[in-house]
T-cell receptor, first 112, second 112 residues
Framework: GDSVTQMEGPVTLSEEAFLTINCTYTATGYPSLFWYVQYPGEGLQLLLKATKADDKGSNKGFEATYRKETTSFHLEKGSVQVSDSAVYFCALSAKAGTALIFGKGTTLSVSS | ETGVTQTPRHLVMGMTNKKSLKCEQHLGHNAMYWYKQSAKKPLELMFVYNFKEQTENNSVPSRFSPECPNSSHLFLHLHTLQPEDSALYLC???????????FGNGTRLTVT
């Protein structure tokens, strides 16, 4: 079945470091791909999305490119801040009418 | 303010109690969801409602009973729960069932 695999965390970085969180997926057809972020004590928020191959989603300095050839949607940020500390979830929508499928989440901890 | 409001934020209940979780969305969305978030496990989809009709039930035990009286409100009725049901219960809504989700901040449930 359809699934999402994220790198295990936690990821621990110093402020201004480069961030990559890997995400790969398995799906039939052409899914839409999403990254969600969950700050402590809150629900998940949509961070960015891409709906077709080679699309790049971006928001708040984060980027992810939909790579069909490698079935990946890795999240990157050039310079992380302490305020980026959160749990990041990769997700896919396989086809119209079905709910999103989420990865297990990756915890990011940024220190000053 | 996420547009999706969940109450209560925290709930402690005994195994013989009956309680209900409430979710309300003011976004004009047509689909609503219950998710369970437990430590070190993927986000688990429990129920999906589209236009007030239940369209998915992911093998959830009958001690969890959803109710969707209209497209703005969603309840999760709880009875005779087990300690392993302790988790963060997240409500979400979306325009359609494969659209991006808008989450509430969740109800932290502890079963004693």
């Amino acid at each position: 079945g359809d699934s999402v695999t994220q790198m295990e965390g936690p990821v621990t970085l110093s402020e201004e470091a480069f961030l990559t969180i890997n995400c790969t997926y398995t799906a039939t057809g052409y899914p839409s791909l999403f990254w969600y972020v969950q700050y402590p004590g809150e629900g998940l928020q949509l961070l960015l999305k891409a709906t077709k191959a080679d699309d790049k989603g971006s928001n708040k300095g984060f980027e992810a490119t939909y790579r069909k050839e490698t079935t990946s949607f890795h999240l990157e940020k050039g310079s992380v801040q302490v305020s980026d500390s959160a749990v990041y979830f990769c997700a896919l929508s396989a086809k119209a009418g079905t709910a999103l499928i989420f990865g297990k989440g990756t915890t990011l901890s940024v220190s000053s | 303010e996420t547009g999706v409001t969940q109450t209560p934020r925290h709930l402690v209940m005994g195994m013989t109690n009956k309680k209900s979780l409430k979710c309300e969305q003011h976004l004009g969305h047509n689909a609503m969801y219950w998710y369970k978030q437990s430590a070190k496990k993927p986000l688990e989809l429990m129920f999906v409602y589209n236009f007030k009709e239940q369209t998915e039930n992911n093998s959830v035990p009958s001690r969890f009973s959803p109710e969707c009286p209209n497209s703005s409100h969603l309840f999760l009725h709880l009875h005779t729960l087990q300690p392993e049901d302790s988790a963060l219960y997240l409500c979400a809504s979306s325009e359609a069932s494969s659209s991006p989700l808008h989450f509430g901040n969740g109800t932290r449930l502890t079963v004693t």
